[in-house]
Protein backbone atom coordinates (compact mmCIF):
# COMPACT_ATOMS: atom_id res chain seq x y z
CA UNK A 1 0.00 0.00 0.00
CA UNK A 2 0.94 3.34 -0.67
CA UNK A 3 1.28 6.33 2.07
CA UNK A 4 -1.30 8.35 0.43
CA UNK A 5 -4.04 5.71 0.33
CA UNK A 6 -2.96 4.83 3.79
CA UNK A 7 -3.63 8.40 4.87
CA UNK A 8 -6.58 8.47 3.39
CA UNK A 9 -7.75 5.47 5.86
CA UNK A 10 -6.69 7.57 8.77
CA UNK A 11 -8.53 10.36 7.56
CA UNK A 12 -11.52 8.41 7.87
CA UNK A 13 -11.42 7.66 11.63
CA UNK A 14 -10.81 4.15 10.97
CA UNK A 15 -9.17 2.11 13.89
CA UNK A 16 -5.67 1.06 11.76
CA UNK A 17 -2.49 -0.48 11.70
CA UNK A 18 0.12 0.71 10.05
CA UNK A 19 3.34 -1.91 9.40
CA UNK A 20 5.60 -2.37 6.69
CA UNK A 21 9.43 -3.48 6.75
CA UNK A 22 12.09 -1.22 8.18
CA UNK A 23 12.64 2.35 6.08
CA UNK A 24 9.08 2.47 4.75
CA UNK A 25 8.37 5.33 6.20
CA UNK A 26 5.86 4.50 8.98
CA UNK A 27 7.14 7.33 11.02
CA UNK A 28 6.79 9.99 8.28
CA UNK A 29 2.92 8.84 7.95
CA UNK A 30 2.30 8.90 11.14
CA UNK A 31 3.70 12.39 11.16
CA UNK A 32 1.36 13.45 8.25
CA UNK A 33 -1.64 12.20 10.10
CA UNK A 34 -0.34 14.30 13.16
CA UNK A 35 -0.30 17.18 11.48
CA UNK A 36 -3.17 16.97 9.68
CA UNK A 37 -5.43 16.60 12.95
CA UNK A 38 -3.15 19.52 14.85
CA UNK A 39 -4.69 21.74 11.42
CA UNK A 40 -7.57 20.57 12.57
CA UNK A 41 -7.21 21.22 16.26
CA UNK A 42 -7.47 17.64 16.86
CA UNK A 43 -4.49 16.73 19.47
CA UNK A 44 -3.48 13.19 19.70
CA UNK A 45 -1.94 11.53 22.18
CA UNK A 46 1.52 9.68 21.07
CA UNK A 47 2.75 6.83 22.81
CA UNK A 48 5.41 4.01 22.72
CA UNK A 49 7.26 0.97 24.59
CA UNK A 50 10.32 3.30 25.07
CA UNK A 51 11.39 6.62 25.89
CA UNK A 52 13.57 6.57 22.27
CA UNK A 53 10.89 4.98 20.45
CA UNK A 54 8.54 7.80 21.55
CA UNK A 55 10.96 10.59 21.52
CA UNK A 56 10.72 10.07 17.05
CA UNK A 57 7.06 11.01 17.43
CA UNK A 58 7.68 13.72 20.40
CA UNK A 59 5.56 11.38 22.49
CA UNK A 60 5.63 9.58 25.84
CA UNK A 61 6.44 6.59 27.20
CA UNK A 62 2.83 4.31 27.55
CA UNK A 63 3.80 3.61 31.40
CA UNK A 64 3.98 7.26 31.58
CA UNK A 65 0.65 8.61 29.71
CA UNK A 66 -1.15 5.93 31.51
CA UNK A 67 0.34 6.31 34.84
CA UNK A 68 1.51 2.85 34.97
CA UNK A 69 4.70 3.20 37.25
CA UNK A 70 6.80 0.53 36.81
CA UNK A 71 3.61 -2.03 36.85
CA UNK A 72 3.37 -4.59 33.18
CA UNK A 73 -0.24 -5.41 34.21
CA UNK A 74 -3.12 -4.15 36.34
CA UNK A 75 -6.03 -4.41 38.39
CA UNK A 76 -9.33 -3.10 39.25
CA UNK A 77 -7.85 -2.08 42.62
CA UNK A 78 -5.43 0.22 40.42
CA UNK A 79 -7.86 1.53 38.29
CA UNK A 80 -10.02 2.57 41.10
CA UNK A 81 -6.75 4.47 42.57
CA UNK A 82 -6.39 6.14 38.87
CA UNK A 83 -10.15 7.07 38.52
CA UNK A 84 -9.11 9.15 41.54
CA UNK A 85 -6.61 11.43 40.00
CA UNK A 86 -7.75 15.03 38.61
CA UNK A 87 -4.96 15.19 36.32
CA UNK A 88 -5.72 11.68 34.49
CA UNK A 89 -9.72 12.61 34.19
CA UNK A 90 -8.86 15.49 32.24
CA UNK A 91 -6.30 14.20 30.03
CA UNK A 92 -8.53 11.07 28.88
CA UNK A 93 -11.98 13.29 28.91
CA UNK A 94 -10.05 15.29 26.08
CA UNK A 95 -8.59 12.29 24.08
CA UNK A 96 -9.97 11.91 20.84
CA UNK A 97 -7.17 9.87 18.85
CA UNK A 98 -4.33 7.45 20.44
CA UNK A 99 -1.43 6.64 18.40
CA UNK A 100 0.81 3.77 19.39
CA UNK A 101 4.09 3.70 18.19
CA UNK A 102 6.59 0.61 17.82
CA UNK A 103 3.94 -1.80 18.90
CA UNK A 104 6.41 -4.86 18.46
CA UNK A 105 7.74 -4.18 21.77
CA UNK A 106 4.23 -3.71 23.55
CA UNK A 107 3.02 -6.97 25.56
CA UNK A 108 -0.72 -8.22 25.28
CA UNK A 109 -0.76 -6.94 29.06
CA UNK A 110 0.34 -3.66 28.76
CA UNK A 111 -1.61 -3.22 25.33
CA UNK A 112 -5.08 -4.61 27.32
CA UNK A 113 -3.96 -1.98 30.33
CA UNK A 114 -4.25 0.73 28.09
CA UNK A 115 -7.96 -0.54 26.68
CA UNK A 116 -9.26 -0.93 30.15
CA UNK A 117 -7.61 2.76 31.23
CA UNK A 118 -10.01 3.98 28.85
CA UNK A 119 -12.79 2.10 29.05
CA UNK A 120 -13.18 3.11 32.36
CA UNK A 121 -12.43 6.95 32.25
CA UNK A 122 -14.42 7.27 29.25
CA UNK A 123 -16.95 5.49 31.06
CA UNK A 124 -17.59 3.38 27.35
CA UNK A 125 -17.53 -0.74 26.89
CA UNK A 126 -15.94 0.19 23.26
CA UNK A 127 -12.72 -0.51 22.41
CA UNK A 128 -9.91 1.70 24.06
CA UNK A 129 -13.58 3.64 25.23
CA UNK A 130 -13.96 4.50 21.49
CA UNK A 131 -11.21 6.81 20.68
CA UNK A 132 -9.48 6.38 17.30
CA UNK A 133 -6.57 3.78 17.42
CA UNK A 134 -3.81 4.20 14.87
CA UNK A 135 -0.97 1.53 15.68
CA UNK A 136 2.13 1.31 14.44
CA UNK A 137 5.04 -1.54 14.07
CA UNK A 138 6.93 -4.58 12.13
CA UNK A 139 6.46 -7.70 14.26
CA UNK A 140 9.58 -8.90 12.53
CA UNK A 141 11.50 -5.81 14.57
CA UNK A 142 12.28 -6.61 18.61
CA UNK A 143 9.49 -8.18 20.75
CA UNK A 144 8.68 -7.34 24.18
CA UNK A 145 11.39 -7.83 26.70
CA UNK A 146 10.28 -10.40 29.41
CA UNK A 147 11.84 -12.98 31.59
CA UNK A 148 8.39 -15.39 31.50
CA UNK A 149 7.75 -17.39 28.99
CA UNK A 150 4.23 -16.66 27.56
CA UNK A 151 2.13 -18.54 25.06
CA UNK A 152 0.74 -15.16 24.16
CA UNK A 153 3.52 -12.53 23.50
CA UNK A 154 3.06 -9.65 21.10
CA UNK A 155 0.40 -7.26 21.47
CA UNK A 156 -2.13 -8.56 18.13
CA UNK A 157 -2.85 -11.64 20.42
CA UNK A 158 -4.60 -10.12 22.89
CA UNK A 159 -8.53 -9.47 22.93
CA UNK A 160 -8.48 -5.66 23.04
CA UNK A 161 -6.63 -5.88 19.59
CA UNK A 162 -9.05 -8.35 18.10
CA UNK A 163 -12.31 -6.16 19.05
CA UNK A 164 -10.31 -3.38 17.75
CA UNK A 165 -11.39 -4.72 14.15
CA UNK A 166 -8.21 -2.55 12.70
CA UNK A 167 -7.96 -1.91 9.04
CA UNK A 168 -4.46 -3.54 8.53
CA UNK A 169 -1.90 -1.13 6.25
CA UNK A 170 1.27 -2.77 5.15
CA UNK A 171 3.65 -0.05 3.57
CA UNK A 172 5.65 -1.75 0.98
CA UNK A 173 7.90 1.35 -0.95
CA UNK A 174 10.77 1.55 1.11
CA UNK A 175 12.48 5.41 1.37
CA UNK A 176 15.74 4.92 3.84
CA UNK A 177 17.91 2.20 2.35
CA UNK A 178 19.21 3.16 -1.02
CA UNK A 179 21.15 -0.19 -2.28
CA UNK A 180 19.37 -3.25 -3.68
CA UNK A 181 22.02 -5.24 -2.17
CA UNK A 182 20.80 -4.52 1.44
CA UNK A 183 17.37 -4.69 0.26
CA UNK A 184 17.85 -7.91 -1.19
CA UNK A 185 19.25 -8.93 2.90
CA UNK A 186 16.57 -7.43 4.51
CA UNK A 187 14.08 -9.11 1.91
CA UNK A 188 15.71 -12.60 3.08
CA UNK A 189 16.14 -12.38 6.39
CA UNK A 190 11.82 -11.34 6.42
CA UNK A 191 10.84 -14.00 4.00
CA UNK A 192 13.39 -16.36 6.24
CA UNK A 193 15.31 -17.47 3.15
CA UNK A 194 18.78 -16.50 3.70
CA UNK A 195 21.03 -17.87 1.02
CA UNK A 196 24.87 -17.99 0.15
CA UNK A 197 24.31 -14.75 -1.71
CA UNK A 198 23.22 -13.44 1.30
CA UNK A 199 25.44 -14.08 3.27
CA UNK A 200 28.13 -13.47 0.89
CA UNK A 201 26.91 -9.76 0.94
CA UNK A 202 26.88 -9.63 4.81
CA UNK A 203 30.57 -11.26 4.61
CA UNK A 204 31.84 -8.44 2.24
CA UNK A 205 31.50 -6.17 5.03
CA UNK A 206 33.05 -8.08 7.72
CA UNK A 207 35.56 -5.63 9.50
CA UNK A 208 35.66 -3.47 6.04
CA UNK A 209 37.15 -0.08 7.33
CA UNK A 210 34.64 2.65 6.03
CA UNK A 211 35.12 6.20 4.18
CA UNK A 212 36.86 8.83 6.13
CA UNK A 213 33.58 10.99 6.09
CA UNK A 214 31.78 8.13 8.41
CA UNK A 215 31.34 8.71 12.08
CA UNK A 216 29.57 5.09 12.67
CA UNK A 217 27.58 4.47 15.54
CA UNK A 218 28.31 1.64 17.73
CA UNK A 219 25.33 -1.00 17.85
CA UNK A 220 25.84 -3.64 20.42
CA UNK A 221 23.36 -6.71 21.70
CA UNK A 222 24.57 -6.33 25.27
CA UNK A 223 24.47 -3.34 27.78
CA UNK A 224 28.33 -4.65 28.73
CA UNK A 225 29.90 -4.34 25.67
CA UNK A 226 28.07 -0.59 25.49
CA UNK A 227 29.32 0.41 28.83
CA UNK A 228 32.52 -0.97 27.91
CA UNK A 229 32.67 0.94 24.53
CA UNK A 230 31.90 3.93 25.97
CA UNK A 231 34.33 3.98 28.98
CA UNK A 232 37.07 3.29 26.60
CA UNK A 233 35.69 6.44 24.52
CA UNK A 234 35.39 8.66 27.01
CA UNK A 235 39.01 7.63 28.01
CA UNK A 236 40.45 9.19 25.20
CA UNK A 237 39.20 12.31 25.71
CA UNK A 238 42.43 14.81 27.47
CA UNK A 239 39.61 16.64 29.07
CA UNK A 240 38.89 17.13 32.95
CA UNK A 241 36.21 14.65 33.96
CA UNK A 242 33.28 15.38 36.26
CA UNK A 243 31.51 12.70 38.51
CA UNK A 244 28.18 12.90 39.60
CA UNK A 245 26.83 10.51 42.19
CA UNK A 246 22.94 9.98 42.78
CA UNK A 247 21.07 11.19 45.97
CA UNK A 248 18.32 9.21 47.26
CA UNK A 249 15.18 9.07 49.53
CA UNK A 250 13.79 5.93 50.96
CA UNK A 251 14.72 2.18 51.85
CA UNK A 252 17.54 0.97 50.12
CA UNK A 253 15.31 -2.35 48.46
CA UNK A 254 12.58 0.32 47.11
CA UNK A 255 15.76 2.68 45.58
CA UNK A 256 17.36 -0.49 44.08
CA UNK A 257 13.87 -1.15 42.19
CA UNK A 258 14.06 2.17 40.72
CA UNK A 259 17.97 1.39 39.38
CA UNK A 260 16.37 -1.46 37.84
CA UNK A 261 13.76 -0.21 36.25
CA UNK A 262 14.92 2.86 34.63
CA UNK A 263 18.78 3.79 32.67
CA UNK A 264 19.52 6.10 35.74
CA UNK A 265 23.25 5.43 37.16
CA UNK A 266 24.59 5.69 40.15
CA UNK A 267 27.65 7.17 39.13
CA UNK A 268 28.10 9.24 35.49
CA UNK A 269 31.56 10.46 34.80
CA UNK A 270 31.26 12.99 32.29
CA UNK A 271 34.01 15.47 29.95
CA UNK A 272 33.51 18.38 27.57
CA UNK A 273 33.41 16.63 24.21
CA UNK A 274 31.13 13.32 25.38
CA UNK A 275 28.59 12.35 23.24
CA UNK A 276 25.46 11.33 25.41
CA UNK A 277 22.21 10.64 25.47
CA UNK A 278 19.26 11.51 27.94
CA UNK A 279 17.43 9.02 29.76
CA UNK A 280 13.93 11.23 30.89
CA UNK A 281 11.46 13.33 29.38
CA UNK A 282 12.07 17.03 30.53
CA UNK A 283 9.98 19.41 27.77
CA UNK A 284 10.21 22.24 29.94
CA UNK A 285 13.57 22.33 29.15
CA UNK A 286 13.47 21.21 25.93
CA UNK A 287 14.76 17.39 25.94
CA UNK A 288 13.19 14.13 25.78
CA UNK A 289 14.27 10.62 27.12
CA UNK A 290 16.30 9.83 23.83
CA UNK A 291 17.49 13.42 22.99
CA UNK A 292 21.47 12.78 21.99
CA UNK A 293 23.89 15.62 21.90
CA UNK A 294 27.39 16.20 23.11
CA UNK A 295 29.11 17.95 26.01
CA UNK A 296 29.59 21.21 25.03
CA UNK A 297 31.29 22.95 28.74
CA UNK A 298 30.35 22.81 32.36
CA UNK A 299 28.88 25.84 34.11
CA UNK A 300 29.60 27.34 36.99
CA UNK A 301 28.10 25.02 39.56
CA UNK A 302 29.53 22.25 37.26
CA UNK A 303 26.67 21.26 35.52
CA UNK A 304 27.06 20.23 32.03
CA UNK A 305 25.87 21.86 29.02
CA UNK A 306 24.50 19.90 26.37
CA UNK A 307 24.51 20.96 22.58
CA UNK A 308 22.08 18.51 20.79
CA UNK A 309 21.41 18.19 16.77
CA UNK A 310 19.05 20.63 16.36
CA UNK A 311 22.13 23.20 17.60
CA UNK A 312 20.61 24.14 20.82
CA UNK A 313 22.36 24.10 24.14
CA UNK A 314 20.70 23.09 27.43
CA UNK A 315 21.69 23.16 30.74
CA UNK A 316 21.16 19.46 32.34
CA UNK A 317 20.10 19.88 35.81
CA UNK A 318 19.41 16.91 38.48
CA UNK A 319 16.01 15.07 37.65
CA UNK A 320 14.17 12.77 40.16
CA UNK A 321 12.69 9.18 39.80
CA UNK A 322 10.80 7.85 41.86
CA UNK A 323 8.45 4.93 43.06
CA UNK A 324 4.76 5.00 44.48
CA UNK A 325 2.57 2.57 45.80
CA UNK A 326 -0.93 1.82 44.77
CA UNK A 327 -2.11 4.46 46.98
CA UNK A 328 -0.26 7.18 45.59
CA UNK A 329 2.31 7.30 48.65
CA UNK A 330 6.28 8.01 47.30
CA UNK A 331 8.14 5.31 48.32
CA UNK A 332 11.72 6.14 47.24
CA UNK A 333 13.20 8.96 45.12
CA UNK A 334 16.67 9.09 43.21
CA UNK A 335 18.07 12.30 41.96
CA UNK A 336 20.87 12.15 38.87
CA UNK A 337 21.75 14.30 36.00
CA UNK A 338 19.53 12.67 33.31
CA UNK A 339 22.30 11.29 31.24
CA UNK A 340 23.95 8.17 29.74
CA UNK A 341 27.16 7.89 26.87
CA UNK A 342 26.32 7.65 23.69
CA UNK A 343 29.34 6.40 21.75
CA UNK A 344 27.94 2.91 21.90
CA UNK A 345 23.67 1.85 22.38
CA UNK A 346 22.22 -1.09 22.25
CA UNK A 347 19.90 -2.67 18.95
CA UNK A 348 16.96 -2.46 21.97
CA UNK A 349 17.58 1.66 21.97
CA UNK A 350 18.22 1.92 18.22
CA UNK A 351 14.95 0.33 17.00
CA UNK A 352 13.49 3.37 14.91
CA UNK A 353 16.65 5.40 14.23
CA UNK A 354 18.40 6.14 10.82
CA UNK A 355 22.08 5.91 11.05
CA UNK A 356 24.33 6.56 7.68
CA UNK A 357 27.14 4.43 9.10
CA UNK A 358 27.12 1.67 12.08
CA UNK A 359 29.54 -0.13 13.43
CA UNK A 360 27.69 -3.31 14.33
CA UNK A 361 28.68 -6.58 16.42
CA UNK A 362 26.33 -9.35 15.71
CA UNK A 363 28.32 -11.83 17.76
CA UNK A 364 26.29 -12.48 20.44
CA UNK A 365 22.41 -11.75 19.43
CA UNK A 366 20.72 -13.75 21.40
CA UNK A 367 16.58 -12.92 20.34
CA UNK A 368 14.77 -12.90 17.35
CA UNK A 369 14.67 -9.68 15.02
CA UNK A 370 17.98 -7.77 16.95
CA UNK A 371 20.22 -8.38 13.60
CA UNK A 372 16.93 -7.16 11.02
CA UNK A 373 16.74 -4.49 13.75
CA UNK A 374 20.20 -3.41 13.99
CA UNK A 375 21.22 -3.77 9.50
CA UNK A 376 18.11 -2.14 8.86
CA UNK A 377 18.91 1.39 10.40
CA UNK A 378 21.49 1.71 7.94
CA UNK A 379 21.02 3.40 4.56
CA UNK A 380 23.21 1.33 2.60
CA UNK A 381 26.13 -1.56 2.31
CA UNK A 382 28.76 1.34 2.00
CA UNK A 383 28.33 2.50 5.83
CA UNK A 384 28.01 -1.16 7.67
CA UNK A 385 31.29 -2.53 9.17
CA UNK A 386 29.88 -5.72 10.51
CA UNK A 387 32.26 -6.93 13.64
CA UNK A 388 30.64 -10.47 14.42
CA UNK A 389 27.19 -12.26 13.23
CA UNK A 390 26.20 -15.81 14.85
CA UNK A 391 23.30 -18.23 14.21
CA UNK A 392 20.60 -16.63 15.57
CA UNK A 393 21.44 -13.15 13.99
CA UNK A 394 19.28 -13.40 10.71
CA UNK A 395 16.47 -15.54 12.43
CA UNK A 396 13.09 -14.35 12.68
CA UNK A 397 10.05 -15.77 14.95
CA UNK A 398 8.25 -18.41 12.70
CA UNK A 399 4.45 -17.30 14.06
CA UNK A 400 5.45 -13.72 12.55
CA UNK A 401 6.13 -15.26 9.52
CA UNK A 402 2.82 -17.28 9.19
CA UNK A 403 0.55 -13.81 9.59
CA UNK A 404 2.85 -11.51 7.52
CA UNK A 405 1.26 -12.74 4.31
CA UNK A 406 -2.51 -12.71 6.40
CA UNK A 407 -1.62 -8.93 7.15
CA UNK A 408 -0.35 -8.10 3.20
CA UNK A 409 -3.66 -9.36 2.16
CA UNK A 410 -6.16 -7.34 4.57
CA UNK A 411 -3.96 -4.72 3.11
CA UNK A 412 -4.97 -5.21 -0.07
CA UNK A 413 -8.77 -6.15 1.03
CA UNK A 414 -8.46 -2.51 2.79
CA UNK A 415 -7.00 -0.58 -0.59
CA UNK A 416 -9.90 -2.22 -2.53
CA UNK A 417 -12.30 -0.54 -0.19
CA UNK A 418 -11.51 2.62 -0.25
CA UNK A 419 -10.71 2.55 -4.08
CA UNK A 420 -14.60 1.66 -4.47
CA UNK A 421 -15.54 4.87 -1.96
CA UNK A 422 -13.36 7.16 -3.45
CA UNK A 423 -15.54 6.60 -6.93
CA UNK A 424 -18.53 6.35 -5.11
CA UNK A 425 -18.49 9.39 -2.78
CA UNK A 426 -15.84 12.58 -2.28
CA UNK A 427 -13.36 11.59 -0.11
CA UNK A 428 -12.95 14.87 1.33
CA UNK A 429 -16.58 15.29 2.44
CA UNK A 430 -16.25 11.87 4.46
CA UNK A 431 -12.84 13.25 5.86
CA UNK A 432 -14.53 16.32 6.92
CA UNK A 433 -17.53 14.42 8.55
CA UNK A 434 -15.23 12.65 10.76
CA UNK A 435 -13.12 15.63 11.84
CA UNK A 436 -16.21 17.44 13.00
CA UNK A 437 -17.59 14.16 14.43
CA UNK A 438 -14.99 14.25 17.20
CA UNK A 439 -14.38 18.02 17.35
CA UNK A 440 -18.00 18.38 18.28
CA UNK A 441 -17.57 15.75 21.17
CA UNK A 442 -16.35 16.18 24.42
CA UNK A 443 -0.36 -23.24 26.96
CA UNK A 444 -1.46 -24.08 22.67
CA UNK A 445 -3.34 -21.48 21.57
CA UNK A 446 -5.66 -21.12 18.24
CA UNK A 447 -5.81 -18.28 16.72
CA UNK A 448 -7.98 -17.26 13.96
CA UNK A 449 -5.34 -14.82 12.34
CA UNK A 450 -7.98 -13.61 9.98
CA UNK A 451 -10.12 -11.97 12.90
CA UNK A 452 -6.85 -10.07 14.53
CA UNK A 453 -5.96 -8.61 11.25
CA UNK A 454 -9.41 -8.18 9.39
CA UNK A 455 -9.15 -10.54 6.87
CA UNK A 456 -12.46 -12.13 4.69
CA UNK A 457 -13.38 -14.08 7.81
CA UNK A 458 -14.93 -16.23 4.61
CA UNK A 459 -11.51 -17.63 4.01
CA UNK A 460 -9.93 -17.70 7.31
CA UNK A 461 -7.49 -20.37 8.53
CA UNK A 462 -6.48 -21.25 12.15
CA UNK A 463 -2.75 -20.95 12.53
CA UNK A 464 -1.70 -22.99 15.81
CA UNK A 465 1.16 -21.00 18.03
CA UNK A 466 3.67 -23.32 18.94
Not at 237 to 251: Q, W
Not at 258 to 280: D, P, R
Not at 403 to 430: H, T, V, W, Y
Amino acid sequence: MKQETALNILKLGKNVFITGSAGTGKTYLLNRYIRYLKDNNIYPAVVAPTGISASHLKGQTIHSFFSLGIRNKIDNGYIEFLLDKRYLRKRFSELKVLIIDEVSMVSPDIFSAMDIILQSFKGSIEPFGGVQVVISGDFFQLPPVSKELKNKRFAWQSEAWRELKLTSCYLEEKFRQEDNRLIKVLDDIRSANITNITQDILYSRYKKNLKKNFTPTKLYTHNFDVDRINSAELAKLKEKSKLFVYDSKGSPKNVEKIFKSSLVLKELTLKKGAIVIFIKNNYEDGYVNGTTGVVDRFDKDNLPIVKISDGRKIKVDYQEWSIENDSGEILATVSQIPLRLAWAITIHKSQGMTLSSAEIDLSKTFEVGQGYVALSRIKSLEGLKLMGINSNALKVDPLILKIDGKIKEASKKAEKEIEKISKEEALEDRFEKYIKSISDEDTQEEYNIDEYFSCNIDEKKDIKVI
